[in-house]
């Protein structure tokens, strides 16, 4: 019975609280968690949700939980105990409710961390004790949207809902269905991590391919990327600089040291985004990483 909507009868009240019985059991409802508009009175009818707190106390509240035994709803993760799993937050005023580990991945560096956020239903055992379960596939199949063409380079904001050891399944925040390759992640993203990504493609099952890979360009450090926005305010994209420029003319111009100019010099180099004429003491922009990533 704990964690559904039931209906029961005020048999006494306080100046903080009514006492409702259900099958002769007495729940508290505290008046601050009435949202009917009609105020009861002893000896009425009520309906609400009931629990058993933090303490163990038999509650009702009329702030109902985002998620129900017939309803998912998404609860932020607010504590993990790795003996026994993840509190939720579902939305009741004293409680949260455990996800179970037996359902969170064998990889504990793949367990959501606080903050994080699973989409959930509730569900009471044999022992009337609560529990959350996840949303499987079959749900998130049924609350997808399909994308618009063109989302290639584009970057979208996701939640990890299964990470597994070939790569992370997510749904974005517009609700399409996407899957990161463990290979386009530069760590392995946790159930419930929420993060921004790059579309790289659209696979074979329908879903966006994402990439959580920073762009190239956003791998360049401060120094490289002033060159290349000084390269970039050029008509003819070319710095009569290079990498044996004196080193006044480095700082007066760049506002750097000739080592941190070399430096960033050789990362443009590198990554084949400028070419150096040493004949002619220049620089030119050949490969912008901006307009490629646009």
Known sequence: MLGTIQTGK???????????????????????????????????????????????????????????????????????????????DIGLPDKDVVLSMDDLPLDKERWPRKDDRLLVRIETDEKDRIWTKLADEN???????????????????????????????VITNDYYLAFVHSSQMARPLRLGEQFKGRVIGISQYGRLNLSSLPRAFEEIDDDAQMILMSLRRKADKTLAFYDKSDASEIKNYFGISKSAFKRALGHLLKANYISEDKAAGTITLINDPEQKDE
């Open 10 to 88: 005020i048999i006494d009240q306080n100046k903080d609280a009514y006492y409702v019985q259900i099958d002769g059991i007495t729940y508290e409802l505290k008046k601050q968690e009435i949202t009917q508009e009609q105020v009861p009175e002893v000896g009425d009818k009520i309906r609400g949700f009931i629990y058993d707190n933090k303490n163990h106390d038999r509650e009702m509240t009329q702030f109902l939980p985002f998620s129900q035994p017939d309803q998912y709803g998404w609860g932020k993760v607010t504590d993990v105990r790795f003996g026994l799993g993840v509190f939720i």
């Open 139 to 169: 749900i998130f199949e049924q609350l997808a949207a399909h994308f618009p063409n063109n989302m290639n380079n584009k970057n979208v904001f996701g939640t990890v809902y299964s990470s597994r050891q070939i790569g992370a399944f």
